[in-house]
T-cell receptor, first 111, second 114 residues
Framework: AQRVTQPEKLLSVFKGAPVELKCNYSYSGSPELFWYVQYSRQRLQLLLRHISRESIKGFTADLNKGETSFHLKKPFAQEEDSAMYYCALRASNFGNEKLTFGTGTRLTIIP | KAGVTQTPRYLIKTRGQQVTLSCSPISGHRSVSWYQQTPGQGLQFLFEYFSETQRNKGNFPGRFSGRQFSNSRSEMNVSTLELGDSALYLC?????????????FGPGTRLTVT
């Protein structure tokens, strides 16, 4: 069974401070991990995925298989980062598009 | 490219009725997935269709069903509606590229059951 845990429902950070959104997963196979973001009154959209190892909008996330974690980080928070963030897992077998989501973290950046 | 579209955007139904929701994927995308989003349970996977066939299914009762047409458009049906079916229903389309997928979500259909 697949499970994604985001321990923080709410997170408030001052503008310019570092941000870390936690995500832990449980899966016996080799997973693909994603971060999705939902800004106010917008649709859910992909922020980044571990396979591409890229930085989007200053955010990075590293898959740590030993700790089964995929934490999202940004060194300096900006007000436009305020949004709902979801960590998601996909089993990496061909033909499986199912995403298992965490419950989400609402990030608020304090000006 | 136009994004994923869902119709209707809002729906109010009475307990016991049935409802059909529609999803038009991004052109060229052959996979369509459906998710239910509620404050209590978060985002939960309902099912996924690929080339008119259900390829994956979540843990929902048989009252929830779907189908996909030859143009990849998909419909989701919920019969005998219950109050607990009130939720935002999201559709996502995807295409696999380079061994991984990227799912694009629609704006959702907000279903209220009274």
């Amino acid at each position: 069974a697949q499970r994604v845990t985001q321990p923080e429902k709410l997170l408030s950070v001052f503008k310019g401070a570092p941000v870390e959104l936690k995500c832990n997963y449980s899966y016996s196979g080799s997973p693909e991990l994603f971060w999705y973001v939902q800004y106010s009154r917008q649709r859910l959209q992909l922020l980044l995925r571990h396979i591409s190892r890229e930085s989007i909008k200053g955010f990075t996330a590293d898959l740590n298989k030993g700790e089964t974690s995929f934490h999202l980080k940004k060194p300096f928070a900006q007000e436009e980062d305020s949004a709902m963030y979801y960590c998601a897992l996909r089993a990496s077998n061909f033909g499986n598009e199912k995403l298992t989501f965490g419950t989400g973290t609402r990030l608020t950046i304090i000006p | 490219k136009a994004g994923v579209t869902q119709t209707p955007r809002y729906l109010i139904k009475t307990r016991g009725q049935q409802v059909t929701l529609s999803c038009s994927p991004i052109s060229g995308h052959r996979s369509v997935s459906w998710y239910q989003q509620t404050p209590g349970q978060g985002l939960q996977f309902l099912f996924e269709y690929f080339s008119e066939t259900q390829r994956n299914k979540g843990n929902f009762p048989g009252r929830f069903s779907g189908r996909q047409f030859s143009n990849s458009r998909s419909e989701m049906n919920v019969s005998t509606l219950e109050l607990g079916d009130s939720a935002l229903y999201l559709c996502a389309s995807s295409v696999t590229s380079g061994g991984t997928n990227e799912q694009y979500f629609g704006p959702g259909t907000r279903l209220t059951v009274t």
